[in-house]
């Protein structure tokens, strides 16, 4: 089973400030690696597939870059609505598909 | 519009079962991969569970294998987890999510979830 780290496990920055979360992957997982956000009380939403590809709906300030077992998503400006919980995920090889342990956006 | 409503969860003791089932609407089911994934309160998120679009593929997550049973009756748009065997550490939301389509692993669109509580 492939395991993912993310790093900061909480993230503290003001509104218009660029966020920077990053995930690490035990093995190679070529470019299979995508984003969720999830707020308090909602369902995760889908932001990135495969590293840099946005789902649809997801404003282009949310970007992701990396392979093999190094991962970025950036938010280039902060919006209010955009503190939350993200996760990072794989989809390589087999199954498990699993998910990093997510960081915490908050409001600094 | 997509709608995965989930059902079937509640307060069970450790060592008995539950059936989830998750009714879906407003797209073509038979034609997505389904996935079950959970959260223990205040924790992240756990991968479950995932089926193919005719049954023929399934996968289990490793804390669940043996226990759990996934299944699907695409006649009737639904998606099922058969829970067995149940312990305190499986107390968590199980939602029922879409593969998205063409990116098959990620989840595009989810339920609101179930609670399911393990507990003596």
């Known amino acids: 089973e492939i395991v993912l780290t993310q790093s900061p496990a909480t993230l503290s920055l003001s509104p218009g400030e660029r966020a920077t979360l990053s995930c690490r992957a035990s093995?190679?997982?070529?470019?299979?690696l995508g984003w969720y956000q999830q707020k308090p009380g909602q369902s995760p939403r889908l932001l990135i597939c495969d590293v840099s590809n946005r789902a649809p709906g997801i404003p282009a300030r949310f970007s992701g870059s990396g392979s093999g077992t190094d991962f970025t998503l950036t938010i280039s400006s902060l919006e209010p609505e955009d503190f939350a919980v993200y996760y990072c995920?794989?989809?390589?090889?087999?199954?498990?598909?699993?998910f990093g342990q997510g960081t915490k956006l908050e409001i600094k | 519009q997509v709608q995965l409503v989930e059902s079937g969860g509640g307060l069970v003791k450790p060592g008995e079962s539950l059936r989830l089932s998750c009714a879906a609407s407003?797209?073509?089911?038979?034609?997505?991969?389904m996935t079950w994934i959970r959260q223990a309160p205040g924790r992240g998120l756990e991968w479950v569970a995932h089926i193919s679009k005719t049954s023929a593929a399934i996968y289990y997550g490793d804390s669940v294998k043996g226990r759990f049973s996934i299944s699907r009756d695409n006649a009737k748009n639904s998606l099922y987890l058969q829970m067995n065997s149940l312990r305190v550490d499986d107390t968590a939301v199980y939602y029922c999510?879409?593969?998205?389509?063409?990116?098959?692993?990620?989840?595009?669109?989810w339920g609101q979830g179930t609670l399911v509580t393990v507990s003596s």
């Open positions: 995920q794989h989809r390589s090889n087999w199954p498990p598909y699993t």
């Open positions: 999510v879409r593969d998205t389509h063409g990116y098959s692993g990620y989840g595009d669109f």
């Open positions: 093995q190679s997982v070529g470019r299979y």
């Open positions: 407003g797209f073509a089911f038979g034609d997505y991969y």
